[in-house]
């Protein structure tokens, strides 16, 4: 439970730090777009994990940043309560959803969640990629940087 929690937090670090990148640099709208479907993809899968369906949902938009501002500081909270009534067995207990084309799949808990950190994690090495092609400076966005800095 401690390392999902920790994943979590680095993952509200990073996001943070992309979105402040993002606001810097020069518009780059597939940056924005990528970052967009990381908040968005956020939310669809803490609305599986409560049991909701997520098939209204979509995971994919123009990529507006303000919508971005709000996202993040929405994911957080909700993950952040969400994660607070957790223990490890409740982890490992198995979850069944509808992806978006309607499929139906069942994973545990542990296995969305550490899905949803590392999916994440995917698309801002994606950003920081096309930061560098439009002359931007990425971002350090790595776990370990996030916990040399908070230990």
């Known amino acids: 439970m401690e390392t999902i929690q920790s994943m ?3 993952l509200h670090w990073a996001n943070q730090r992309i979105l ?5 640099s020069e518009e780059n709208k597939k940056g924005n777009q990528l970052f967009s479907h990381i908040l968005h993809a956020e939310n669809v899968w803490l609305t599986r994990l409560n049991g909701t369906d997520s098939s209204h949902l979509s995971i994919w ?8 501002v709000e ?8 993950y952040t309560t969400f994660l607070s009534h ?6 490992d207990q ?9 499929t139906e799949f069942q994973n545990t808990m542990r296995d969305i969640l550490t899905h949803v950190a590392l999916h994440g994690q995917y698309h ?7 930061l560098r092609m439009a002359d931007s400076e990425p971002i350090d966005v790595d776990y370990i940087t ?6």
């Not at 996202?71 to 909700?78: A, T, W």
């Not at 996030?146 to 230990?151: E, G, P, S």
Request: charged share 25%.
């Open 8 to 10: 979590f937090k680095h």
């Open 61 to 68: 938009d123009e990529g507006n940043l303000e919508t971005c």
């Open 94 to 102: 198995i979850v069944s959803y509808k992806n978006s084309k309607g």
């Open 86 to 91: 957790l223990n490890n067995v409740k982890l």
């Open 20 to 24: 402040a990148t993002l606001q810097k």
């Open 71 to 78: 996202l993040v500081d929405q994911n957080n909270q909700n």
């Open 124 to 130: 801002r090495g994606q950003i920081n990629q096309l």
């Open 146 to 151: 996030y916990r040399r800095i908070r230990d």
